[in-house]
């Protein structure tokens, strides 16, 4: 076997995985926004049959030994290719240090968690969804040790979400977020707030939809290749190059929400659309990382979405959609009102300065049931505790609580350090670009072309080709200092606020 | 190997042909509601590699010598086993009678179809439909003869449709309604038409959604099990007996287009829900033939739902969701106005008198295609002139005429007889049910439990358990006789129209 044929022989079996892939991207986004109730028996036996294959194939003897082969020949291999194997070795050692039936049991646990969950969620009634959050939570601290026996099971799952992320580093980071955000809210909590009232008129479905079209217009989106959907909990599904799908949920006595999220999801869009399609059915398309991507969706919701240029050059579509709603209202009142900071209950609404005390909650949370020191069924009163503790709120019932996301019963622990880590990676990225180009200058004439280009070129492209590491230093130059994502806060929410810094 | 291991040996194979299926329905629902236009070109690529894994099942050695134990021993086999075995031997002998190649590049033919017809109708653009459909009629010809080598293809490709229905069968179908159905149709013709002005008022679209949630209600359709989403062109899937997708089309200036579309797909819907879960996975699950499904739709949106009495009871909540639109509007009326009879372009929007003569022109012009006696590029043109023939009409463009329906670029040709043949079945179902109940003293009440339990006890639940012809004859007790149907016409158009019969 020659270098070329290993990677001829690969490219069948990637093409094999894709089409699995595929199928349970499609399967996946069906049951999150049309699929009936009952349908769900029948999901979970398919996708626990597609998680087999995949498992079979990913553990294989015709993936180990082209796997094998290739390390052995690694020299010979350019650097794209080197980091290919790296990536399918790695998936390989993974999925193989798990039993295939428990691997496949957890898809199937997981088609009925969400289930579960949904219902939980909307009853206000944690105790039925704690056995499988029990579950979820059991199966992530042991594939974590099948994976690294010797390694902190928690470091492992983080590292799932961000390559070469630990606790030790959380900790740090999630410390100095602390030492800025808690006095500088204290301030901005004692400040006179902006008025938000205009934001909560009624707001038609239609009318905001056809705002979150034109939203994604302006970014430039390509429709040919993604869509718009509406669902409960807004998403991003990236089923190709060519397929990518967003949501947004549409609340008629709120103008901002849906606007943001799509936004949000839009970002994620662009980055999935932007990447290299050479890279297609390899390891190394789509996003490198959840922080990279978080990056790229919380980088256009808030350094470019809530920014006085963006809304400057938006606004006047707003007041052409609800001429009514907003009569009277300046492009400075919506940028204050869609920046007022204050401590609340739910994560997907919360600010750009309190959002990551929602994540902080989390991440202790998680930390501390994978370490087995907290049990599940103490959860509920954890978190309300730690909201108390961190954003001085009340929480009223576990679905303003524990309930409210959907990543738990999703499978996901270590995720959520992602989007905190996301918003402070975009503040120095942000401080690249705009030492390379006038950002808002360019904003404010309602050209992202510049904006997206330069992320495409920096970022996008790349997809899973470097590691999340070395594409950030990259891009940006130097290290990670989530330094530049505090001066931003302190910067934009004492000029809002009218504050001393 | 005894019977019963066959059997368990069988299961195991169905739940890997189910698992594919599931895929595909999911896919292809996807990319007729949702999917992204460029999306097409990875769909492809799944959609065939699942229709190669379908063929390699069902061609393969071991479903072979299953099949050929089990008619080795079908004595010992019961009724319910009988017809399963016979269903798979002849799925088995149709799919092998293919190369595999053929087989899989006509799935990949159609995923493009699909796209090239939506645009071509879009853009009223026959010609760059034309080479696809070139290629559809030639797989369909092409196909009947490697299956049956002496029979006349389009004889066989009936009896995909209409198990056991032959050209002659329909010829002297067709002739019958002919016969009865044009003197009819002039004389309703000439005679003064009733108001439809109505109608073509402003509906909104979510209070006429409100409208199509409630007949759904009011047919006694699970919404555990059934979801109602809009397309372009109305249809049904149906995933498993608890999963089964309808959709409709909302037009703001008509109020009965949606509305009966959805009656017609919940008829459908209710078919295939009330097949015994017992038939799952198994050949004998899902409606038994075109015929038979396009005979329950068909019912329920004509026979009961343009009925008096149903009307009567749905219409006081038409005029409590449009009361300015339908004031002073009567039962009456909108029965009058939703049975109105005329000579029309488009098979979907006709009414039921004329609607059997759309299906006669797309079924002359098929029978010719595949007779080689007529060429593709033609058919425009012939189409045009049947439409003048048979209806009166003249057709002002392809999009209203031969690129009107989404059943050549699906790959199905053999399709249309079923619909007519449907219509004719229903009224004789409708006089059997009758001589046992008041059918329309109870569907005046709202309530429809009676004559959906009567559907399921005689038809639905048996899925394909029996062939059509047996099922239709042990449920009205007697052989087809269309006449049933043009009585049922003669009847109820001369009542609506004050005509001497």
Redesign the interface.
Known sequence: MTVQQAFERLRKIQ??L??YN??MN??H??AD???????Y???G??LS??TEKEYEITTGDEMKSIVAFLIEHKDELDGVQKREVELLNKEAEYVSSIPKDEYVAFTSLLNEASVVWHNAKANNDFESFRPFLEKIVDYNRRFAKYYKPDKDPYDTLLDQYEEGLNKEQADNFFNTLKEHIVPLLKKVTEAPQPDTSFLHKHYPKEKQAELSEYVMAVMGI??????L?TTEHPFTTN??T????ITTHYYEDDLASAFYSTVHEGGHALYELGVDPAYEKTPLTGGVSMGIHECQSRFFENLIGRSRAFIGFVFPKMKELFPEQLEGVTAEDFYKAVNKAQPSLIRTEADELTYALHVLIRYEIEKELIAERLEVKDVPQVWNAKYKEYLGVDVPDDTHGVLQDSHWSGGSIGYFPSYALGSAYGAQIFAKMNSEMDVYGEVASGNLAKVEGWLRENIFRHGSRYSPKTLFESCVGSSFDPIFFTDYLENKFSDIYGLDK
Not at 33 to 39: D, I
Not at 222 to 227: E, F, G, N, S, V
Not at 242 to 245: A, F, I, L, N
Request: proline share 5%; with cysteine; net charge negative.
């Open positions: 093409q094999e894709f089409v595929y199928a499609i399967i986004y069906d926004t049309v699929a009936p109730p009952a349908s028996v029948c999901r036996e398919v049959a597609f390509d429709k040919q290749r993604c869509i959907g089923v190709c060519s397929d990518v799908r």
